[in-house]
């Protein structure tokens, strides 16, 4: 096959090398910069935590632990609620003893309210051993007694375990 016409000489000289893709040092720092002021921005608007919604959900988790434990073991626990605080108790040779590592102490401004806590003095059985508020029976026959902490004028429920069929 015969080629015919005029062939023209490639351009053969390097072409000049297109600009580098990227972002430059200066631009990534604006970025930067801006991005930690709208977050800086957020977190400074953002409100505190409720001390108040923070202990409910602290104690709520606690009873949930007792009355889990309970089933578990198959043995009767309590929880012994103060104004001042709470601590869970088992049923132990024939009366009520304090468990290790359950003890909280409210914040000052937070307090029990309902059941009504008792005094130190006043949380005592007749034969003189602690007396639990509210008791986690392993067969799931325990009272649902409604729990509220105070904060000033404001009240909060704590949310009992669900029972269910089982």
Do not use: C
């Amino acid at each position: 096959m015969a080629v015919t016409g005029t062939f023209r000489a490639r351009n053969t000289a390097p072409s000049p090398a297109p600009a580098e893709a990227g972002f430059s040092l200066t631009e990534v720092l604006v970025t930067l910069s801006i991005i930690a002021f709208a977050s800086a921005m957020i977190v400074g608007t953002s409100r505190p935590p409720d001390p108040l919604k923070q202990e409910a959900e602290q104690l709520a988790q606690t009873i949930a632990q007792l009355d889990a434990r309970a089933r578990v073991t198959g043995e009767p626990l309590g929880l012994v609620l103060e104004s001042s605080g709470y601590y869970g108790a088992a049923w132990i040779d024939g009366a009520w003893t304090a468990l290790p590592r359950t003890s909280r102490e409210l914040p000052k401004g937070i307090e029990v309210v309902s059941p009504a806590a008792a005094p130190r003095d006043d949380r005592l059985d007749a034969g003189g051993g602690l007396q639990p508020q509210l008791v986690f029976d392993p067969l799931g026959h325990s009272d649902a007694v409604e729990v509220l902490l105070r904060s000033g004028r404001r009240e909060l429920a704590v949310p009992l375990p669900q029972r269910g069929d089982s």
